[in-house]
């Protein structure tokens, strides 16, 4: 694979990122917390690696094909994301001093960012749709590595992004506890227009 083919696929996967999501609503939540945006972003990351090894492994063309198999996947990701949204709106998240560590709010926290982005379909589809334009079946890879490097340069994107958003809220809003609040009800409320707009595409498919 040639490094201009990577470098086109970066400058299309990069527009994807760089637009506010579920991840964006999510990082954000995180960087309101003490020391969470690190395991957060990595459960959010893994459910791309996830999503890039699905396709890779040709089982994203399976599940595409099957309108059931695809729904069920889109319903389960808009009931969680429906779920943190209410909680995000009813329990906004502050500015949090707690120096803890615990391993628990660790496990926690990248287990619902892996839901975040492994349960999203927008997530599934996209990767579905951009990364067998890139691959090229006369180069010396074998087409399902050449997904899993395209993948992985669309992960290290969402990383650099994502920590950002995270820290970047954290740093700006800890003195502000009053914007935390609306920020946090703002990305509550991204979360549940997203998942409404998947819901209602699904039922209007």
Not at 11 to 17: C, E, G, K, P, T
Not at 144 to 155: K, S, Y
Not at 170 to 198: D, E, F
Request: contains cysteine; proline residues 5%; positive net charge.
């Amino acid at each position: 694979m040639s490094f201009s083919t990577l470098a086109a696929f970066w400058a299309v996967s990069i527009l994807f990122v760089i637009t506010p999501g579920a991840d964006w609503a999510y990082a954000i939540s995180a960087g309101l917390k003490h020391r969470v945006v690190l395991p957060a972003v990595g459960g959010l990351l893994s459910g791309h690696l996830l999503a890039t090894l699905i396709v890779a492994a040709g089982v994203g063309t399976l599940v595409a094909s099957h309108p059931v198999a695809l729904a069920v996947l889109t319903v389960t990701g808009a009931g969680y994301l429906l779920w943190l949204g209410a909680n995000l709106l009813a329990r906004p998240t502050t500015p949090h001093a707690d120096t803890s560590q615990a391993s628990d709010a660790w496990t926690r926290w990248a287990f619902k960012g892996f839901c975040v982005s492994g349960l999203n379909p927008k997530v599934f589809l996209l990767f579905l749709a951009l990364l067998p334009q890139f691959a090229d079946t006369h180069a010396a890879w074998p087409v399902p590595l050449q997904m899993v490097a395209l993948g992985l340069v669309h992960t290290v994107s969402c990383a650099v992004i994502y920590l950002l958003v995270g820290f970047g809220s954290q740093v700006v809003l800890r003195a502000r506890p009053a914007a935390a609040r609306r920020v946090s009800q703002w990305s509550g409320g991204l979360m549940i227009i997203i998942a409404l707009a998947l819901l209602i595409e699904q039922l209007c498919a």
